[in-house]
């Protein structure tokens, strides 16, 4: 079996400790690095996890908690990092010594402007992969943040071979849009740091999103008391050679702490892509132009809607 192996780490952070986050992160790496997986996938915006939005003095925070205005802001723009700052290239650096891909998640500042960013490493400790959310949630704290500009897949090797990984986070989830366009750029597999409660509605959107697309699809989240756990991983292959349905769920966690492995057996999986009907097999663009119209029905205006950026 040809598996492509993801470790998900569902971690608790120490909110805007970024020395002690970056230590726990590499520790982690170690011992997901001796579980011979091939990608190392942590929650969202693992550098700055920050104030809880349950307002529990005894939770350290998540990464989608952003302060709204004033002092808070300026205070968190200081924990913002670069692409060569000591929290990235620690990553890196840990990418070569355990051989394993890591992708790593921080509040990047590039230049005066600040990005919600997941960087994927190749075990060599190279660049694969950098992207930015663009569904930024403009109606919450997320506004102080700059959208990213596009979608990108790239090709990352491993043990057997070499895998199209693509990524989104988050609330990029939530549209149809970013995992179909990543299918198009032909991911094979997607990932999606995460911080929100993972309940039984976006469980089963993104197991539509595997299924739909032909992708498998993997999730990182914090762990309770910061956020519910509920990492997972779907494949795409809903049905079997002989048609008979089949249960896409690769790997879910409960809220505990720890390091859960998702397998995705990628001849498959590829075996699937290459004889079924979804994905991008059968579409009909001509008939879609409606969807990169900029003004929205009524009911759905909203003013803090940056659909421009």
Same mark, same amino acid.
């Given at each position: 079996?040809n598996?492509?192996?993801?470790?998900?780490l569902?971690l608790?952070s120490?909110g805007?400790?970024?020395?002690k986050?970056?230590q726990?992160?590499l520790d982690?790496?170690?011992t997901?690095?001796?579980?011979n997986?091939?990608?190392?996938?942590f929650?969202?915006m693992?550098n700055?996890p920050q104030?809880?939005?349950?307002?529990?003095?005894? $939770?350290?925070?998540t990464?989608?908690?952003?302060?709204?205005?004033?002092?808070? $802001?300026?205070?968190? $723009?200081?924990?913002?990092v670069?692409l #060569?700052s000591?929290f990235v290239l620690?990553y890196?650096?840990?990418a070569?010594k355990?051989?394993?891909?890591?992708?790593?998640t921080?509040?990047?500042k590039?230049k005066d402007r600040l990005y919600n960013?997941?960087?994927?490493?190749?075990?060599? =400790?190279?660049?694969?992969?950098h992207y930015s959310?663009?569904h930024?949630c403009?109606f919450?704290?997320?506004?102080i943040?700059?959208? =990213?500009?596009?979608?990108?897949?790239s090709?990352?090797?491993?043990k057997?071979?070499?895998v199209n990984?693509?990524a989104m986070?988050?609330f990029?989830?939530e549209f149809?849009?970013s995992?179909?366009?990543?299918?198009?750029?032909?991911?094979?597999?997607?990932i999606?740091?995460?911080?929100?409660?993972?309940e039984?509605?976006?469980i089963?959107?993104l197991?539509?999103?595997a299924f739909?697309?032909?992708?498998?699809i993997?999730l990182?989240n914090?762990a309770a008391p910061?956020?519910?756990?509920?990492?997972?991983?779907?494949?795409?292959m809903?049905?079997g050679?002989d048609e008979e349905s089949?249960d896409?769920?690769v790997v879910?966690?409960?809220?505990n702490?720890?390091?859960?492995?998702? #397998?995705f057996?990628?001849?498959?999986?590829?075996?699937?892509r290459?004889? #079924?009907?979804?994905g991008?097999?059968?579409r009909?663009?001509?008939?879609y132009?409606m969807?990169?119209?900029?003004?929205p029905v009524k009911e759905?205006?909203r003013?803090?809607?940056r659909?421009?950026?």
């Amino acid at each position: 079996m040809n598996t492509f192996s993801i470790a998900l780490l569902q971690l608790i952070s120490y909110g805007l400790n970024q020395e002690k986050n970056l230590q726990k992160g590499l520790d982690y790496c170690i011992t997901a690095g001796k579980m011979n997986c091939d990608l190392i996938l942590f929650p969202e915006m693992w550098n700055t996890p920050q104030h809880s939005l349950r307002h529990d003095s005894n $939770v350290q925070g998540t990464g989608y908690s952003l302060p709204v205005t004033g002092t808070g $802001v300026k205070e968190y $723009v200081k924990h913002a990092v670069t692409l #060569e700052s000591r929290f990235v290239l620690e990553y890196k650096e840990m990418a070569k010594k355990i051989k394993t891909a890591i992708a790593i998640t921080f509040l990047e500042k590039i230049k005066d402007r600040l990005y919600n960013t997941v960087l994927i490493i190749d075990k060599k =400790g190279n660049d694969i992969l950098h992207y930015s959310k663009i569904h930024t949630c403009d109606f919450d704290r997320e506004a102080i943040l700059t959208p =990213g500009s596009d979608f990108y897949v790239s090709r990352l090797p491993f043990k057997n071979g070499s895998v199209n990984i693509g990524a989104m986070i988050c609330f990029d989830r939530e549209f149809p849009e970013s995992a179909r366009i990543l299918c198009i750029k032909g991911a094979e597999l997607i990932i999606v740091p995460n911080a929100c409660t993972m309940e039984q509605h976006r469980i089963n959107q993104l197991e539509t999103r595997a299924f739909e697309n032909m992708t498998g699809i993997a999730l990182c989240n914090y762990a309770a008391p910061q956020e519910n756990g509920h990492s997972i991983a779907f494949d795409c292959m809903a049905f079997g050679p002989d048609e008979e349905s089949r249960d896409t769920k690769v790997v879910e966690a409960d809220e505990n702490e720890g390091i859960y492995i998702a #397998e995705f057996d990628m001849d498959r999986l590829r075996e699937y892509r290459n004889r #079924e009907v979804w994905g991008d097999a059968y579409r009909k663009p001509r008939y879609y132009d409606m969807l990169a119209k900029n003004e929205p029905v009524k009911e759905f205006r909203r003013r803090n809607s940056r659909r421009d950026e």
